[in-house]
């Protein structure tokens, strides 16, 4: 079952890089017909927004043409980044010594990527009080009390870990 969590894992990092990929190549190529008149095969530009038509599955992606993009690019990438500390996070579990600084350190990078949406709702947040805007609880708030409730238990097991880590050392010293 963890080898298959694994693998799972593995796949969602490996989707969701070619998404980034995806989109990343086809905004950039639908910028570039904007301001070039270049013509590019599946991109459109209609009304100042980039349209990318994914032929196979009949998929339509705006591209906005502002900071929108570099939002959208930046989660995207953490997102990647995050499944990627993921597989590293369940590759922790299928080996065969756990107790090892190397699992800590996954883990621990795991546990700080969980926390940047708390972060980033913050000052989203604060941003909002500034400029005299009401703040809405919405759907962005549910997914970051996700990410810190993850964050708090993988905090509680990379501290049980730290002190297996502990134990095994001691008993590594007796003889």
Do not use: C
């Amino acid at each position: 079952m963890k080898k298959l969590a694994y693998f799972t894992a593995l796949i969602l990092f490996y989707f969701i890089a070619a998404v980034l990929l995806f989109v990343f190549l086809f905004s950039i190529l639908s910028f570039l017909e904007l301001k070039f008149g270049i013509q590019i095969p599946f991109v459109e530009v209609v009304e100042n927004r980039g349209k990318v038509h994914v032929p196979f599955i009949g998929l339509n992606i705006n591209v906005p043409f502002n900071y929108g993009v570099l939002i959208m690019w930046s989660a995207m990438s953490y997102y990647t980044i995050y499944f990627y500390a993921f597989k590293e996070f369940l590759k922790v579990f299928i080996e065969k010594k756990v107790f090892e600084s190397k699992s800590l350190k996954r883990m621990r990078f795991f546990m700080i990527l969980n926390l940047v949406p708390l972060i980033y709702i913050l000052g989203f947040s604060v941003s909002f009080l500034v400029r005299g805007i009401p703040v809405r609880l919405e759907d962005d708030y549910f997914i970051v009390f996700a990410h810190v409730v993850i964050a708090f238990l993988i905090y509680l097991y990379l501290d049980v870990l730290k002190k297996g880590k502990y134990v095994q050392e001691e008993n590594d010293l007796t003889i």
